[in-house]
């Protein structure tokens, strides 16, 4: 199985910046797809940002602009950069992955379906 726990959450100010982690383990497949979701009480999860192995990305309207999700070389380890942070960016954030291949970043949408894997979450907090 594929082991993911994330890195990083914590408070910010708003404008601010933060950088989440997730460290990926026993991943030995190829082809798989690396998302980035989010869910704040009384809410839905959603989904904000994809990367695939070719390095292709999406990501929601929501962030689009403000985030960035990127791989390390090596494949162990997501990042997502978070600037001009805004308090509805509050909420706890959540990696996941998949064996999708290229289909993750091809849809329009965030299909949760398609990731298979999850961690366990970190909170981001941004304060007005």
């Known amino acids: 199985q594929v082991d993911l726990m994330e890195f990083g959450g914590g408070s910010v100010q708003s404008g601010g910046s933060l950088n989440l982690s997730c460290s990926v383990s026993g991943y030995t497949w190829s082809g798989y797809c690396f998302g980035w979701f989010r869910q704040a009480p009384g809410k839905e999860r959603e989904g904000i940002a994809a990367i695939a192995t070719d390095g292709r990305t999406k990501y929601a309207d929501s962030v689009k602009g403000r985030f960035t999700l990127s791989r390390d070389k090596d494949g162990n380890t997501l990042h997502l950069q978070m600037n001009s942070v805004d308090p509805e960016d509050t909420a706890k954030y959540f990696c996941?992955?998949?064996?999708?291949?290229?289909?993750?970043?091809?849809?329009?949408?965030?299909?949760?379906?398609?990731?298979?894997?999850w961690g366990q979450g970190t909170q981001v907090t941004v304060s007005s």
């Open positions: 996941a992955a998949g064996h999708g291949g290229t289909w993750c970043v091809i849809r329009s949408d965030f299909l949760e379906s398609l990731y298979r894997y």
